[in-house]
């Protein structure tokens, strides 16, 4: 079983910044696929960014494509996501999840994923 501890959220104006963070309880988390999901109210859970277990391939939903960075620490079994240039579509509950790999993969469906997080709201003010 793995434990991942979203944090980071916040309010922020349109064109800011946050960084959230992932902390997952595995000592095994680099052989994890990591990603980053979001959902807004009245809508479905959506991909937003996912990174390779070694970190070696990421991959982004096209809404967040040249805004948004994932990346890992796995000495800290941390993921993060820096999301610049923030527009209030932005606006939901940020959800980390894991996937058990063996291979270099970025998932980016829901199902595909083992282990998720509670979340972290971000909202972002026009």
């Known amino acids: 079983q793995v434990q991942l501890v979203e944090s980071g959220g916040g309010l922020v104006q349109a064109g800011g910044s946050l960084r959230l963070s992932c902390a997952a309880s595995s000592r095994m988390f680099s052989n994890y696929a990591m990603g980053w999901f979001r959902q807004a109210p009245g809508k479905e859970r959506e991909f937003v960014a996912a990174?390779?277990?070694?970190?070696?391939?990421?991959s982004y939903a096209d809404s967040v494509k040249g805004r948004f960075t994932i990346s890992r620490d796995n000495a800290k079994n941390t993921v993060y996501l820096q999301m610049n240039s923030l527009k209030p579509e932005d606006t939901a509950v940020y959800y980390c999840?894991?996937?058990?790999?063996?291979?270099?993969?970025?998932?980016?469906?829901?199902?595909?994923?083992?282990?998720w997080g509670q979340g972290t709201q971000v909202t972002v003010s026009s």
């Open positions: 999840a894991a996937r058990i790999s063996t291979a270099w993969v970025t998932p980016s469906g829901k199902s595909a994923y083992d282990y």
């Open positions: 990174i390779s277990r070694g970190a070696g391939i990421t």
